[in-house]
């Protein structure tokens, strides 16, 4: 009898984590700020309403409300939390202003290509980055960095296969 229960519970079980139903992912997420609420349930903290490159609109649930002033509606921001949904629990801030995106960090792996290369790099966050250096973008400025020095650059920050890239503007 304790066999057959104990059966029936890890079929239960197994039933439950594959029924279809849908699961929480670690995510970052970039997109535009649409709108920017206060918090819900009573926590405090404010609710961001932001639209994906492909125009899909998520809510993302920001705790405290030490950052709220930087959510500007028109900006686009990187938020990193879990996704259920449409729904984003925020953990980091990666971002609000992607577009003057401030990257410090190490150089970890540096791969060449036909007008530069891409810099793998662990930020100061403690996030991995991908740089991408183009002779075309930064003409005079252009610097060959090698691996474990430090950078400091400005660029746009964006995303592409849940990986942060940012295409390097200047060189600080």
């Known amino acids: 009898m304790r066999l057959l229960l104990l059966g029936i519970l890890i079929g239960l079980i197994s039933c439950n984590k594959d029924n279809g139903e849908p699961k929480v992912q670690l995510k970052v997420m970039i997109g535009e700020v649409v709108s920017v609420l206060p918090g819900t349930d009573g926590v ?3 609710l961001v309403q932001m639209k994906s490159a492909d125009e899909v609109t998520y809510n993302a649930e920001v705790r405290g409300n030490e950052f709220k002033e930087k959510f500007e509606i028109g900006k686009k921001v990187a938020l990193k939390g879990n996704l259920l949904d449409r729904n984003l629990e925020v953990l980091k801030i990666v971002s609000t202003d992607n577009v003057n995106y401030n990257l410090v ?3 970890e792996m540096i791969t060449a290509n036909r007008s ?3 810099a793998k790099i662990l930020g ?5 980055y991908y740089a991408v250096f183009s002779l075309t973008n930064l003409e005079d400025n252009y610097k060959d960095y090698k691996v474990s020095e430090t950078i400091n650059v400005k ?4 995303l592409s296969a849940n990986k942060l890239h940012v295409t390097v503007r200047q060189i600080k």
């Open 44 to 46: 405090e903290g404010f």
């Open 155 to 158: 660029g746009d920050l964006w």
């Open 105 to 107: 960090g190490t150089v």
């Open 116 to 118: 530069g290369y891409t």
């Open 124 to 128: 100061e966050n403690q996030e991995v």
